[in-house]
């Protein structure tokens, strides 16, 4: 799901939200875009800290946005009416 908006919404200000974006590509075009990236990779955001943990360990939207090494860790089901 995509929602771009200009409202309200929970946790957020006035003004234009992106509340989630994923890639929508060809198999061959994702292809390409990844080995361009390999080839020319942008230099790092973060070397340490909270932010470099977030960004090589927190994972995408559609897998939850949880810490990858934490992901079934604890044993416990969250359901959806604990949030």
Request: proline share 15%; net charge neutral.
């Given at each position: 799901m995509v929602r771009i908006s200009d409202a309200?919404?929970?946790?957020?200000a006035f003004g234009a939200v992106i509340?989630?974006?994923?890639?929508?590509a060809s198999d061959?075009?994702?292809e390409a875009r990844l080995?361009?990236?390999?080839?020319?990779?942008?230099?790092?955001v973060a070397t340490r800290s909270y932010a470099k943990l977030y960004i090589d360990?927190?994972?995408?939207?559609d897998k939850?946005?949880?810490?990858g090494f934490l992901v079934g860790a604890s044993g416990s089901v969250v359901t959806c009416e604990s949030h």
């Open positions: 309200r919404m929970s946790a957020t509340l989630h974006v994923s890639p929508e061959a075009e994702m080995a361009f990236w390999r080839a020319n990779p942008p230099p790092p360990r927190v994972l995408q939207a939850g946005c949880d810490l």
